[in-house]
C-alpha cells in the first residue's frame, strides 16, 4: 500500500524562504511575520502543485487555525483484492465501489466474461496495473508542473526565465540547474526541491 504523505507548504517574503511545513505552521508564522512593523509581502504556496493560496489571518491563532481548509479526505475505499476470484453475491456493492457505465466493443465484452472473478474483478485489475505502469510518469509532470507554477509567480522576471522553463519541460536538469544558478537561492532550492526531489516524486 502507498503511503499517503502529509500535504506541505511553503511560506516566502520576498525573496525569502520563511517557513516550509503544514498548512497550520505556516500560517501562524505568516501571521507572527505580518504584525511585524516592517513586513514585507509574504505569499503561501501549495507545495502539491506550486501555486499560491490566500488565507484569512485576522483573529487569534485559534481563528486563524479553524478557518483554514481542511484536507480531503481520502475517499476511495482500499480497492478489492483483486487476486482472489471470489464472485460477489446479490445486493448492495460493497462500500466505496461505483457502479458507472463502461461502454466497450462485443470482443472486449468476451474476453471479460471469461476473466476469474468476471468483468468487474478483470477491469479493476486492468486499471490498477494501468495505474502502477503510469505512476512514476504522473508524478515527474506533476513536480515539474508544480515547480513551473512556483517559478512563474516567483522567478518570471528573473534572467534566464523562459529558457529555464524549456529545459525543466525537457527534463534537462544539467542546463536546467545552470540557467537558475545566478537567482536567489532559496527560489533555486525550492524549485529544485518541487521539480526534482524525491519528495516532490511521492
Not at 476511495?76 to 466493443?105: F, I, N, Q
Not at 529555464?164 to 527560489?187: E, K, T
Request: contains cysteine; hydrophobic residues 45%.
Amino acid at each position: 500500500m502507498t503511503q499517503a504523505v502529509s500535504p506541505s507548504f511553503t511560506a516566502f517574503v520576498g525573496h525569502q524562504r520563511l517557513v516550509s511545513g503544514s498548512l497550520a505552521e505556516v500560517a501562524l508564522a505568516v501571521m507572527k511575520a505580518s504584525k511585524k512593523a516592517d513586513a514585507k509581502p509574504l505569499v503561501i504556496f501549495d507545495d502539491a502543485n506550486g501555486r499560491s493560496i490566500d488565507l484569512n489571518l485576522r483573529g487569534t491563532e485559534r481563528d486563524v487555525v479553524a478557518r483554514l481548509p481542511q484536507a480531503p479526505s481520502n475517499l476511495e475505499a482500499p480497492a478489492d483484492d483483486c487476486s482472489a476470484a471470489e464472485p460477489r453475491g446479490r445486493g448492495r456493492p460493497k462500500l466505496g465501489v461505483v457502479a458507472r457505465e463502461v461502454t466497450l466493443l462485443p470482443r472486449h465484452w468476451e474476453w471479460l466474461g471469461t476473466q476469474p472473478g468476471g468483468a468487474s474483478v478483470a477491469l479493476r485489475k486492468l486499471v490498477e496495473e494501468a495505474r502502477r505502469a503510469s505512476g512514476d510518469r504522473d508524478r515527474r509532470r506533476a513536480a515539474t508542473e508544480a515547480a513551473y507554477h512556483f517559478m512563474s509567480a516567483m522567478a518570471g522576471d528573473l534572467p534566464g526565465f523562459e529558457e529555464a522553463s524549456r529545459a525543466l519541460f525537457a527534463d534537462d536538469r544539467r542546463r536546467f540547474a545552470g540557467l537558475i544558478a545566478g537567482w536567489p537561492a532559496d527560489i533555486r532550492d525550492h524549485i529544485v526541491k518541487l521539480a526534482f526531489s524525491d519528495h516532490a516524486a511521492g
